[in-house]
């Protein structure tokens, strides 16, 4: 079911604008928290609204903050927008569209957890995004929301807007506060994890821009209103994005639990005509793929990770009997070496030679043996031989390819012209 | 300093708890004054926030998007991920690879275009998309990729 919590209003109104955003309910959960709330209050009710990120592991967002030590050290929030995973455009329309939510809820966060500093860490390639994000910011802080002394209580932070500048490594998590720092963006190992020690070394709890956006409802509103949307382990609402072969693709906002099929069919408008599905990548190229006969799995991240799948951050990639196997991972694996920080052996390596079979299984010079030769190479980078998730992300969807998919792989080891209908062969004769 | 401007510099680093934390900022800041990153706005950073020029370069080198040379005026960058990729963007970039002659990744002799692949931009929607000159737009088609390198600018979609 649709469900408009963070996209209320978006389409019809300029929630960019300051005055527009207040004139619709804006920024009274913040003033209901200085005025009538204690920092605890706050985190008390997130705790009872049991969000979970929304940035891909679904980590409860309470617990994340009540592992924040008690030493008076400076504390920091980022906020991850750098939004990289293939398939996933949430972000971009949130940042883009309502940009005063995500400030909010940054704000009532930095407030609960007695932050220091909030900064939001932007994808580079989003140049409007920051346009409208540094804009929204500066009509915040003129407006006395921002910065000292907030609506004359006595809260005071500051919100910096800080660009990346192209890595998709740099949306995980230890990366981010490396580049933050201003080093390259390579992962640390974990622990110390950063709600210990993060940035600068102070404790520093890094949450998507979704998961924010969702801060200033549940003050509004209550945690217990909030827990009461959809599964109880896995409430609210998600943005998914969904692209591929679908008639309308783009941002359809959901209650948790929805069924993936009515998100594909009644949101998205089904396949195209004459075409049937064949599978979905649902959280962006890391996730494992979902069949036609799963299609009625609800979408929420406990049921996505029973059928071994996840929901993450519902990059939804929808793909048709028009689309080869083989293709699909070789694009994958092409991603995935392009994105490989370098720092662990079995990744930069393993992701290279990947990608050189598919390759060459994608360009009609296919070997005997290759579909096994794919396999060990999964084995030997996955199963977290590497320092971060990526090296996992580049196997997952692979090995699961080659369970469903095991004929249209070996099949491309005879080499020669791609023996299953190819999407080249519909652009060749558009 | 001589590349950055003095004062919006300064700002920037004032920003940070720690100066170092302002290289992205100041190597964008040089980047949208000069058209591109050059050696003498490293120089200044590297002075700015006490660093050495090879560790400004080791940084600077990570990132993608920090450009070494000057721009062409019209700047296609093409995604060529999942969702682009299947709905034909590296047919696009070929078409126009065969029309000028550019290969991805180069500029035109005269300093008009350039052509680049690019990974997920997060623009699936509008698959096959690309960044032109700093903007978002998609779907990309072969007549319109050839009248936004030729600076016809076919208006966004
Ligand atoms: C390779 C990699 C890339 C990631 N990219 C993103 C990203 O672009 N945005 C994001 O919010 N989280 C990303 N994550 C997850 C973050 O590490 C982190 O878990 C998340 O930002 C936490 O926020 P949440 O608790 O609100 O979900 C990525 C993780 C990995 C391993
Ligand atoms: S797993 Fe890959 S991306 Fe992650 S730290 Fe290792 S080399 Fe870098």
Known sequence: MIRHILTDGMDEFDLTRLDVYRSRGGYEALAKALRTMSPDDVVNEVKVSNLRGRGGAGAGTHFKWSTLPNDGRPRYLILNGDESEPGSFSGRMLVQKNPHLIIEGALLAAYACKMARIFLY?????????????????????????GDRILGSDFSVEFVVHRGAGAYICGEETAIMESLEGKRGHPRTKPPFPTAAGLY???????????????????????????????????????????????????????????????????????????????????????????????????????????????????????????????????????????????????????????????????????????????????????RKCLCLLGDFSVTYLESALRAFREEFVAHEAGGPCPVAHAALEVSAR | MTALPAEEARAIVARYPSPRSAILPLLWLGQRTAGHVTPEAVQDVAELLDLRVSEVESVLSFYTMFRRRPPARCRLEVCRSLACAMKGAEEIVEHVREATGVEPGGQSEDGQFSIAYVECVAACDHAPAYIFNERMGGPLTREAALALIRGEGVGRP
């Open chain 1, 122 to 146: 932007l994808r580079g390639e989003f140049h409007e995004g920051a346009e409208v994000m540094a804009r929204a910011v500066g009509a915040a802080r003129e407006a006395g929301l921002v």
């Open chain 1, 201 to 383: 070394g102070m404790p520093t709890v890094i949450q998507n821009v979704e998961t924010v956006a969702n801060l200033a409802p549940i003050v509004a509103n209550g945690g217990a209103w909030f827990a009461g949307i959809g599964p109880a382990k896995s409430p609210g609402t998600k943005i998914c994005s969904i692209s591929g072969r679908v008639r309308r693709p783009g941002n359809y906002e959901i209650e948790m639990g929805t069924p993936l099929r009515e998100l594909l069919e009644e949101h998205a408008g089904g396949l195209e005509p004459g075409h049937a599905l064949k599978f979905i990548l649902p959280a962006g190229a890391s996730s494992a793929l979902v069949l036609p006969s799963q299609l009625d799995t609800p979408l929420d991240f406990d049921s996505m990770t029973a059928i071994r799948s996840m929901l993450g951050s519902a990059g939804m990639l929808v793909c048709d009997d028009r689309d080869c196997a083989v293709h699909v991972a070789y694009l994958g694996a092409r991603f995935y070496h392009h994105e490989s920080c370098g720092k662990c052996t079995p990744c930069r390596e393993g992701t290279g030679w990947t990608e050189k079979v598919l390759h060459r299984m994608e360009h009609g010079e296919g070997r005997p043996g290759d579909t096994k030769r794919l396999s060990d190479l999964c084995a030997g980078i996955g199963g």
